[in-house]
């Protein structure tokens, strides 16, 4: 068994709530990234003298834990060789794919899987040594799977939980994958698994009966050593009231009106914002919308289709195939049916800070989030948020879990063009009364389901896993 730390809490994820950048001295320094998941946990950290380990980008190896913002964050390095086997191999070349429906084929290597494991033992290493006796360890997401159960060896008087923030797949699919007991065992591991859906859980527990042999009964695993593991859904969500504050703060209003006015003040402007990804359906939307204006149902002197594609594991070979394609699509439409001044796409491949996305939300008619295969999708919700006089339409896939929630949206199969085409258009020509009456319903779920409360709603039930085991989480302290 290690030694034990200080930390009564520790999250456990990929990367750390910090980007590198360079300080005005001109060295090395650090900038909080903004992100749902750091403010969710943020003030439960602070009250449980918590630590959070992740891989910070890049490959710089010899960082030495810091604290940041009062945050203790401890910066586990990986090689380049890493970056390439476990980050963008194992992590982004087969499970990303595997995990999305198989939306682009998943590769396996033997060498990505030994780096997958080499990455994941040294991050449960370094979880064991900051732990306190008795403490949480919150292990997050598909490139830490096989933490829990490294870590539960090391030390056994942990409580672990692990949340997989994307889809967990069907045993048909699933299955393909040569390493799928040990990917089990090791989230078996935990006390608790969490699912964005409950439809994600039935089949991770199916999957353990079938594959691992344990007994189970509706949500519970019940090991040989008399251990149980639960696994159960906790739908994620946003920081809804800080996305609310910045929506209405005067300079996003102002800047989502000079961004109608920079596109030239069409009467509808349709948004999508999406990491550039192959899950999320950008080129089918596209191809859509382009048929809508070249059928004459929408003119580009009226209508606008913005388009934010955020840069994505660029080294990737799949990422770069998507990048040029949509590259092209989007030159091929705007050639075709764009006039002066008036693209039918405006097409942004970059990433902007949450001020610009908010002025996006408040400046967009209709947010079209059309993913093959989502595990929940955040866009969809920060839409919602940011609509603050309940206008705006959602067209949404039924593939992403936010569906499952904000049922008011249109939805679409992001496969069937017709089908989106023609919700695009529903959306577009719908009366006002309508509109308000879907958005009203969407801004009362989301605003009742904020990622505080799924944060603690995990941890809650974290600490009735095993009520007499360990510490229990000291709630938030409020300001
Ligand atoms: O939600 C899935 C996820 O991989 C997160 O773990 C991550 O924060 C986000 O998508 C962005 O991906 P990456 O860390 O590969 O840039």
Not at 144 to 172: C, K, S, T
Not at 262 to 285: E, Q
Request: glycine content about 8%.
């Amino acid at each position: 068994m290690t030694t034990s730390g200080s930390a009564d809490l520790v999250i456990v994820a990929n990367r750390l709530p910090v980007d590198r950048v360079t300080d005005a001295d001109g060295g090395p320094g650090w900038r909080r990234s903004p992100g749902g998941l750091v403010s969710a946990l943020e003030p439960v950290m602070r009250a449980n003298d918590g630590a959070w380990l992740g891989w910070p980008g890049g490959t710089e190896t010899d960082l030495e834990p810091f604290v940041e913002d009062g945050l203790q964050l401890v910066p586990i390095g990986l090689t380049a060789e890493e970056v390439e086997e476990h980050y963008e191999g194992f992590s982004n070349g087969t499970l990303w794919p595997l995990y999305h429906d198989v939306v682009a084929k998943p590769e396996f290597h033997r060498e990505w899987w030994d780096s997958y494991v080499a990455v994941n033992r040294r991050f449960a290493e370094r979880a064991a040594e900051v732990a306190s006796e008795g403490a949480t360890v919150w292990v997050q997401d598909y490139q830490m799977q096989l933490v829990p159960q490294m870590l539960r060896e090391l030390r056994p008087d942990l409580r672990i939980g692990f949340y997989l923030h994307i889809p967990f797949p069907p045993a048909e699919l699933f299955q393909q994958l040569p390493w799928r007991r040990q990917l089990l065992e090791g989230l078996l591991g935990a006390d608790l698994v969490g699912f964005q859906l409950p439809g994600a859980a039935q089949n991770f527990v199916r999957l353990v009966r079938q594959r691992v042999g344990h007994k189970t009964h509706r949500d519970m695993v019940y090991l040989p050593d008399g251990r149980t593991v639960k696994a159960a859904a906790f739908p994620i969500s946003i920081d809804v009231d800080s996305f609310a504050e910045l929506a209405s703060s005067p300079a996003v209003e102002a800047r989502a009106a000079e961004i109608r006015e920079a596109l030239g003040n069409p009467s509808k402007v349709f948004l999508g914002i999406d990491r550039l990804d192959y899950t999320k359906g950008i080129y089918a939307r596209l191809r859509a919308y382009s048929e809508l204006v070249r059928d004459g149902h929408l003119d580009v002197d009226d209508a606008v289709f913005v388009q934010v594609a955020t840069p994505s594991r660029e080294r990737v070979e799949q990422y770069r195939i998507l990048r040029d394609d949509i590259d092209r699509l989007v030159g091929r439409i705007n050639g075709d049916l764009g006039r002066i001044g008036r693209p039918a796409i405006s097409y942004l491949h970059s990433s902007y800070p949450r001020e610009e996305m908010a002025a996006l939300y408040r400046a967009a008619d209709v947010m079209v989030v059309t993913p093959f295969r989502d595990g929940m999708n955040l866009v969809a919700k920060e839409y919602v948020a940011c609509r603050l006089d309940e206008s705006g339409a959602l067209v949404l896939s039924e593939f992403a879990g936010a569906a499952e929630e904000l049922k008011q949206a249109w939805l679409v199969n992001p496969y069937d063009i017709n089908g989106m085409k023609q919700a695009l258009l529903e959306a577009h020509r719908a009366p006002e009364k309508e509109l308000t009456r879907r958005m009203r319903a969407m801004r009362k779920c989301v605003a009742e389901h904020d990622v505080t409360q799924w944060a603690s709603d995990f941890l809650e039930e974290l600490a009735a896993t095993r009520p007499e085991h360990g510490k229990v989480v000291r709630p938030a302290r409020r300001s």
